[in-house]
């Protein structure tokens, strides 16, 4: 009896101790390891339609605007004009846009953008590292990015032209 009763105590020591772990690491590095509002944007490094291979350190102490979108995506088609209006208005302000298309070939990218008329900073994610690295899921899905670095808002799902101005405003308003 008493040789059951420490085996118990042990389970249970057990069982806290890697409670405890969990609990901490989560706090620590957060509970899934995906940028959220008040973190710091994760740096990338994807190739631009330039041709140019790009990072988000070249737009440091910039309000940025990272939209993450596919073709076959219709709310991410959707939602296009709205982005390329509202980077009209802002690109002499600062603000910079960068569209992530997520997993298509460079030629339906090219095809589509040329189409629409886009001319923000369109980037390839082919390989979906970078869409993974972001937790995106749905799509699209829109991070908003303080001066500082630091993720004010992620908005999931397409976003009108009003939305889309009022949370720049409160951007640029707010550095």
Not at 12 to 37: N, Q, W
Not at 161 to 169: A, F, G, H
Request: proline share 4%; charged share 25%; hydrophobic share 40%.
């Amino acid at each position: 009896m008493g040789k059951s009763k420490r085996t118990v105590q042990v389970i249970i020591l057990i069982f806290i101790v890697i409670l405890g772990a969990y609990a901490i690491g989560s706090s620590v590095f957060g509970s899934d390891g995906k940028p959220g509002v008040g973190d710091r944007v994760p740096d990338f490094e994807l190739l631009g339609m330039d041709g140019k291979v790009h990072t988000l350190a070249e737009y440091k102490d910039k309000v940025m605007v990272i939209n993450f979108w596919g073709t076959w995506c219709e709310p991410c088609v959707d939602e296009m004009p709205a982005l390329q209006k509202q980077w009209d208005k802002w690109k002499e302000q600062g603000v910079v846009f960068i569209g992530v298309n997520v997993g298509e070939d460079q030629m339906t990218v090219d095809q589509f953008v040329h189409g629409v008329g886009v001319d923000f900073p369109i980037m390839y994610d082919k390989g979906r590292k970078v869409t993974g690295e972001f937790g995106i899921s749905p799509m699209p899905s829109t991070f908003f990015v303080s001066k500082d670095g630091k993720i004010s808002e992620k908005f999931e799902g397409q976003l009108n032209l009003d939305t889309l101005e009022y949370k720049i405003k409160q951007l640029v308003n707010s550095n």
